[in-house]
């Protein structure tokens, strides 16, 4: 009986270590945004097209800058087809502006819901205290973006 005893501990071990593991797995599958990828697009990326997949997460990444006092570009994104491409959390590296010289970061998801296309729309909002506003435009480019099945 010894022997069967013996015989059987890997065995078990082996199931026990198994059975953790795919807890594990299922784990993370669940944390992923639909088990889909991200892609991380910037103001590099104006005018391009960029093709995802239903599932996918596209990640906007953005400075927003404080140039000099009374001066700022404050970034924000929409999609132009909330249906194929919708708006999640938005986060910004601090809650108020980090001051003049500085950046901040606007990170914006967006996750692919069904196929199509949309336009992301990002818009640099300015301000310049010292200056008219036709001296200190607002910045804007676009991405487009397809989504497959």
Known sequence: ?????????????????????SACGSAAA???????????????????????????????????DYPVPGSSVIWNVASSNQAVLTPGAVLRSTPMPSGPGKHDTYTGDFSAKAP??????????TTCEAMTKQNCPDRDFKITVVVTG
């Open 1 to 21: 009986m010894e022997i069967r005893v013996a015989g059987l501990f890997p065995v078990l071990i082996c199931v026990a270590g198994l059975l953790i593991l």
């Open 116 to 125: 199509g296309q949309a336009i992301l729309d990002a818009r640099g909002t």
């Open 30 to 64: 669940t944390a992923s945004p639909a088990n889909g990828i991200t892609v991380v697009v910037g103001q590099a990326d104006a005018g391009r097209t960029v093709q995802v997949k239903v599932g996918d997460t596209v990640r906007v990444t953005l400075q927003d």
